[in-house]
C-alpha cells in the first residue's frame, strides 16, 4: 500500500518560515520525481518545486529565490524550506510522487500565512 505522509504546515507571520516533508512508502515503481503543488482556494493547483531523480529542479515563478527543495533519496522524503513567507503562499500544499506509470498526491498540509 502506497502512503505519502505529509508534515510541517501551519499557521506563520509574513516573513516566517516552515518546512514541510513528504514521505513516501510501499512503493512498487522507482521515483522518476518528487514536488510539491499547492493550490489555493478559488484557483488552481500551481507547481511549487519539483525534483527529478536525474538531479534537475524547477520552481514556480512566485517561490524562486524563497523556497528550497530537497531530497532523501535513500528515505524517499522530499522536503520544502519556505523562506520569506507571504500571505499569497497561502494554500493547501500537496506532496506528488511520480513514477511510471502512476502519480501519487498526498493528502495536503494548510499554509496560512498572516499579514
Given at each position: ?40 482556494p478559488?484557483e ?41 513567507l ?27 500565512v498572516?499579514?
Open positions: 500500500q502506497v502512503r505519502l505522509v505529509e508534515s510541517g504546515g501551519g499557521l506563520v507571520q509574513t516573513g516566517g518560515s516552515l518546512r514541510l516533508s513528504c514521505a513516501a512508502s510501499g512503493l512498487f515503481f522507482s521515483i522518476s520525481a518528487m514536488g510539491w503543488y499547492r493550490q489555493a478559488g488552481q493547483r500551481e507547481l511549487v518545486a519539483r525534483s527529478t531523480s536525474d538531479g534537475n529542479t524547477n520552481y514556480g515563478g512566485s517561490v524562486k529565490g524563497r523556497f528550497t527543495i530537497s531530497r532523501d533519496r535513500r528515505k524517499n522524503t522530499v522536503y520544502l524550506q519556505m523562506n520569506n507571504k500571505p499569497e503562499d497561502t494554500a493547501v500544499y500537496y506532496c506528488n510522487v511520480v513514477t511510471h506509470p502512476i502519480d501519487y498526491w498526498g493528502q495536503g498540509t494548510q499554509v496560512t498572516s499579514s
